[in-house]
């Protein structure tokens, strides 16, 4: 078994191939594993992540993939979501004693940054998600709404769009509203919000990205494979229909039964065969995805700046920040913050200076003593195609997994799950190429996890 790409759709795959009794050879082209969710160490000896990543309490997958290679124990969760706006009024997002479907409406009833119109338009909204389980009527007509439409429908106000909707759903997404199939925003709301008490608990690992995966290299090698990486696959030999071989720089060939192609969508478009991607308009239409951006800004002060572990911000450019040195247990609560900004369109073109100016404008408003402390350095990492993007009609461009050819098989967050772009989409797909592969083989066996059943009142 060849896989192409470690990231977690390629690492999750392997690893479950593995656990089934395959040799599994994987091949990375970068010094280090995790892909688009991993971290690297600065030229100074400093690990920063290449963005800070969540997980939600609602990702099943990504939880069962931790566990299998260890790294469960490395995640904390938080259940306590704090919001601050311009005003300087704070809202706090956390399940009080109620059962779900109701389990958020203390907080939401306190919540000072919205008033009693942007609430009961927002409960009004949440009833329509209910009724349908999840799912509402309009989700199903044939020219797929955007989330903006969605919420027009249902007359929201402009705050609670603003400051509700938008501020969950960007964040979550990587998209604006009027870009954003209201099919993915409303399972979010539902999954996250709605039909279990812990859906919504956010996980941030204690550690580096990058060291979340070390399990996974002794999980794959000890069952006979290799993990091998800056080894970039440069072709897909192609023989009667099927592919017969891999080749590296310097000429160098590998081959195996099964291979499964676990990159983003834009390299995978490039390493599969011209005549079959052609041919078979599954494989074509894979161009059609756009894809969307995301900035990290990273501060290093003097002296701590920052209590919370991290904090939303409302009406502003900066989305999120974090407390790096809190949440990795460094020495120095929060010394090391992170600012991000999800579908940050309009910092693409703008130059690094401006960003940090910006961002360190919008910390000085929210934390106090941080215009007392002196920055020590700063970093932006712009990754302007860090998701592909969830525009209204975007799942009929994601290709299933397998693929009208019998021994290709195509894995990442963009192929076709039912999430959007997310690690725990990427686990999913991973999960579900070598479940075709052990279908194929006549080994069939369950690896996806089901979602967090409804919970309380909700399944009613
Ligand atoms: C800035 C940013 C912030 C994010 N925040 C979050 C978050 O908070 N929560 C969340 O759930 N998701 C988040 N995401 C999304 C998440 O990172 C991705 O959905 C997920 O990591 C994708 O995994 P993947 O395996 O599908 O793809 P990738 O991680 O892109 O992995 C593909 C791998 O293939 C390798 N590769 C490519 N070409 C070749 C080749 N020719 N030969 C060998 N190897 C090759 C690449 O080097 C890479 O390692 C974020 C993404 C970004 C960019």
Not at 132 to 139: N, Q, R, S, V, Y
Not at 162 to 169: G, I, K, P, S
């Amino acid at each position: 078994m060849i896989v192409i790409g470690g990231g977690l759709a390629g690492l999750s795959a392997g690893v479950a191939l593995a656990e089934s009794g395959w040799r599994v050879r994987l091949f990375e082209q970068r010094p280090f594993l995790g892909g688009r969710a991993t971290s690297y160490v600065l030229p100074d000896g400093e690990h920063v992540d290449n963005c800070q990543h969540v997980t939600l309490g609602c990702c099943t997958n990504l939880e069962d993939f931790y566990r299998r290679i260890g790294s469960a124990g490395k995640i904390k969760f938080f259940d306590r979501l704090l919001f601050q706006d311009p005003q300087g009024r704070t809202g706090v997002m956390q399940a009080g004693f109620l059962p779900a479907p109701f389990h958020m409406t203390g907080s939401f009833a306190t919540f000072a940054p919205l008033t009693f119109a942007d609430k009961r338009s927002i409960a009004r909204a949440m009833l329509d998600i209910l009724r349908g389980k999840g799912h509402t009527a309009d989700l199903d007509e044939p020219n797929s709404i955007s989330m903006l439409e969605w919420l027009n429908r249902r007359r929201q106000t402009p705050a609670a769009i603003e400051r509700f909707w938008r501020v969950v759903l960007v964040s979550a997404l990587d998209e604006e509203l009027d870009r954003t199939d209201a099919r993915f925003g409303v399972d979010v709301f539902w999954k996250a919000f709605l039909s279990s008490r812990s859906g919504y608990v956010v996980g941030i690992p204690r550690v580096p990205l990058g060291e979340l995966y070390e399990g996974c290299r002794a999980a794959i090698e000890q069952r006979g494979g290799e993990v091998v990486c800056r080894a970039a696959v440069r072709n897909l030999i192609q023989d009667d229909g099927r592919i017969a071989g891999v080749s590296m720089d310097g000429g160098r060939q590998h081959c195996a039964d099964f291979y499964i192609l676990a990159v983003p969508h834009e390299a995978a478009i490039k390493l599969l065969p011209e005549r079959i991607a052609d041919a078979e308009p599954q494989l074509r239409q894979i161009r059609n995805l756009e894809v969307s951006p995301i900035t990290s800004v990273h501060f290093w002060f003097d002296r701590d700046v920052m209590a919370e572990p991290f904090v939303t911000l409302l009406d502003r450019t900066t989305q999120w920040i974090f407390n790096k040195s809190r949440l990795t247990e460094q020495p120095g609560d929060g010394r090391y913050l992170q600012s991000v900004i999800s579908a940050s369109y309009g910092l693409v073109e703008r130059s690094r200076q401006e960003i940090i100016k910006l961002c360190l404008g919008e910390l000085h408003e929210v934390l106090p003593e941080a215009r007392e402390a002196r920055l020590v350095k700063a970093t932006v990492v712009k990754e302007t195609a860090a998701t592909f993007s969830p525009e209204p009609g975007a799942d009929r461009w994601r290709p299933p997994q397998r693929t009208p050819v019998p021994n290709l098989f195509l894995a990442g967050d963009w192929t076709l799950t039912g999430w959007p772009a997310t690690m725990e989409g990427a686990v999913r797909s991973g999960y579900l190429a070598a479940e075709a592969i052990l279908l194929e083989c006549g080994e069939p066996k369950r690896l996806l996890k089901p979602d967090l059943p409804p919970e309380g009142l909700a399944r009613w």
